[in-house]
């Protein structure tokens, strides 16, 4: 389906309005959404939001983790560029110290190296949790423990230290049910110290948190369970204060046993409070979030599915300031409120041979910025002061149509049609700020999928794209542009016996073309071709031959739209050649994969430039077609080692980097970059071995 908005209709009457969209309409679709928040769909199972305190080790789930492995070792190394390294590495485990205690322990390391800094090092970060559990009781439902934190950045100079001790009780919510074993309630009490270093100040204060959570299987533990989260935490660290707290309640229920409707909801409240030095102040910045979600899945007969999801969500932030002593100044509190409603409807039937899905999406956001007088600004310097803040403000509104249809015409040939339709709309009250716009885009997709005789199978795609951007008011009514996109995606994928080949293209063209007759020479086609060929073949059972080989080629030229011809401005060709072996070994204790090759990258820039005359007479500058060329080649290992817990890969490149430069004469001159014979006769060659190197080993698997 393609549905094309009018936009040239709507110009007219959205130049005469300023103002955001009615808040009655939002107030509407708001009623709506609560109407319908007895039984709406959630696209997934309802999940618990997981992830401890901001400041202490983060391990996920209701319960301790039981990892397979007392230690995990994990290693990584490789150049990413020419001067540019980076290495993680670290450690984590779980262990039984008894039957009663666990231990839980994670440390690592995480650095970015670039020999041409001053120090070379651009990051470097640490960090090391631990969690000690003691059940108590032949039953466990108390527990005693302590978890340690320590996070360290050099590059900004901060590091932080935490130590809780935890109180917690734990216990099974369904107890005479014996098949029901995951339904549990969770309450856990912290409370310990914390400290901050950062800008040369040293903190350090208490710290205490609690967590409360109840999952609740109530249809089995193959259906989603009912969740409900509270979690809070608060560090008092001198003159800063960090504290969080979230609240939210999941659950997805069909009422009767094989009943057509499922419905789905979610409520959410989450604050958090973050404090930092700034300019001679504590800043505050200060989010609260409130969600709520409903949806719902009804059958309306074995074949069609009805379903729907809605939610809004109401974010605000506050970034407040406070001076560190009373001769300083401070900066001007200010922040926003914002609101977004997100919906969408689909309709989907499926038979055995036929697929066909639509689908209506609608979101919208608004944010609003408002002032707090800390500074006590007189009327007139606040009036003018909240002016510049409020430019900012912004309405944006998403409209989406899309439909899918899937018909398996034989067993062996089938036809996919996929179509959208979007408008988006921005609109900005203040006069100053020129981000008003219509932005709308249609897309029509037809692929067909055979496959025939042979192993041999055959992919063809078309689709065509329209988009369109319209700028409002008059400031930027120049960048006004409509861009027409085709692509043409053929493709197949070939394996008779020993061998495998698979060739893909993807050959897309883009004419953008301005409103404005004024901007005509801005017009700009552009067409991009990637293709990609992979041909492998079994030699022997343990030993394979491998070739692969990418193209890209990405050509840009001035249109003119009329006459519908264009000028090249440039090109840029790229080609990956990859040639190799790979011999495998296996035995009781272990395999082995050992890879060899070469690998050709190159990637060459055409465009036009100006050659510098030395020449007495006659012009300064003559055209030329230049070609800047950089070329990457060399030899390829790559060797993997599996033996017990033991995974260890490494591949090195042995690269030779060659750059130069190619040039033809042209006719006439040329006003742009220019060059002298000598810089366009330099080269650069270098040799730089590209290499990665990884290790995991699991000790003590269980």
């Not at 309409?25 to 009623?31: E, H, N, P, S, V």
């Not at 492995?69 to 290495?87: D, E, M, N, P």
């Not at 921005?426 to 885009?441: F, I, L, M, W």
């Not at 041909?535 to 739209?561: C, F, T």
Request: charge should be positive.
């Amino acid at each position: 389906m393609n549905i094309r908005w009018p936009l040239a209709g709507v110009r007219a009457a959205r130049r005469r309005r300023a103002a955001p969209a009615c808040p009655a309409r939002g107030w509407l679709l708001l009623g709506l959404l609560l109407g319908l928040a007895a039984g709406l769909p959630g696209a997934g199972r309802a999940q618990v939001l997981v992830g401890a305190t901001p400041f202490g080790p983060v391990f996920r789930g209701l319960r301790p983790a039981g990892a397979d492995t007392s230690l995990l070792l994990l290693a990584r190394a490789r150049r990413i560029g020419v001067s540019t390294f980076v290495q993680t590495s670290g450690a984590r485990g779980y262990l039984l110290l008894g039957p009663r205690q666990q231990l839980r322990y994670r440390v690592g390391t995480d650095w970015v190296y670039d020999s041409r800094g001053t120090p070379p090092f651009v990051r470097e970060d640490y960090g090391a949790d631990l969690a000690h559990i003691i059940g108590l009781g032949v039953a466990q439902h108390w527990q005693l423990g302590q978890q340690l934190h320590y996070d360290q950045s050099r590059a900004n100079n901060t590091r932080t230290g935490l130590w809780l001790a935890r109180v917690g009780y734990q216990r099974r919510l369904r107890p005479g049910l014996a098949t029901d074993s995951l339904s549990q309630l969770r309450l856990t009490a912290l409370g310990g110290l914390a400290t901050d270093r950062r800008n040369g100040r040293q903190d350090a204060g208490l710290a205490y948190g609690f967590d409360a959570a109840a999952i609740y299987f109530l249809n089995g533990p193959t259906a989603a369970p009912l969740v409900a989260r509270v979690l809070g935490t608060r560090a008092a660290l001198g003159p800063r204060t960090m504290q969080r707290l979230v609240a939210e309640a999941t659950g997805e229920q069909a009422f009767l046993e094989n009943a057509a409707l499922t419905v789905q909801g979610r409520l959410g409240y989450r604050t958090n409070r973050a404090e930092d030095y700034l300019l001679g102040s504590v800043q505050r910045i200060q989010s609260d979030t409130v969600l709520a979600q409903a949806g719902a899945s009804y059958r309306l007969n074995p074949y069609t599915t009805l379903r729907s999801d809605n939610s809004v969500l109401l974010p605000t932030r506050a970034f407040r300031y406070r001076r560190l002593n009373e001769g300083g100044d401070t900066l001007q509190d200010v922040g926003y409120r914002q609101r977004e409603l997100d919906t969408r409807q689909e309709l989907r039937f499926a038979r055995p041979k036929l697929q066909t899905s639509l689908s209506f999406a609608y979101r919208e956001r608004q944010r609003g910025y408002y002032l707090d007088n800390s500074r006590n600004l007189n009327p007139a310097r606040l009036a003018a002061a909240l002016a510049r803040e409020q430019v900012k403000d912004i309405t944006e509104q998403t409209t989406l149509w899309q439909g899918s249809l899937t018909w398996l015409l034989t067993p062996r040939h089938a036809v996919a049609l996929l179509g959208t339709a979007q408008l988006l709309r921005v609109d900005a009250p203040s006069k100053d700020n020129q981000q008003t716009r219509d932005e709308a885009q249609h897309l029509l997709r037809l692929t067909w999928t055979g496959r025939w005789a042979g192993a041999f199978r055959t992919t063809l795609a078309v689709a065509g794209e329209y988009r369109q951007t319209v700028f409002i008011r008059a400031g930027l009514s120049a960048e006004n542009y409509a861009d027409h996109l085709l692509h043409w995606e053929p493709g197949f994928t070939w394996a008779p016996g020993r061998w495998s080949i698979r060739s893909t293209y993807h050959l897309w063209v883009s004419y953008q073309v301005r409103d404005q007759a004024t901007e005509q020479a801005r017009n700009r086609a552009s067409r991009v071709l990637e293709q990609s060929q992979s041909l492998s073949y079994q030699l022997r059972p343990r030993l394979l031959l491998l070739a692969d080989y990418q193209r890209r080629e990405n050509r840009v030229g001035q249109l003119n739209w009329t006459q519908f011809r264009e000028s090249p401005l440039d090109t840029s060709v790229t080609h990956d050649l990859s040639i190799g072996a790979r011999q495998s070994w296996a035995g009781p204790r272990g395999s082995t994969s050992l890879r060899l090759g070469y690998r050709l990258l190159e990637q060459r820039n055409y465009g036009r430039a100006a050659l510098l005359r030395d020449q007495p007479t006659g012009p300064a500058t003559s055209l030329i077609y230049l070609h800047n060329i950089t070329r990457q080649q060399g030899p390829e290992v790559g060797i993997e080692r599996r033996a017990g817990g033991l995974t260890l890969t490494a591949s090195l490149w042995l690269q030779w980097l060659r750059t130069y430069y190619a040039y033809q004469t042209g006719k006439g001159s040329f006003t742009g970059t220019s060059y002298a014979a000598a810089d366009l006769d330099r080269e650069t060659r270098r040799v730089l071995p590209y290499f990665e190197v990884a290790a995991e080993w699991r000790v003590g698997r269980r």
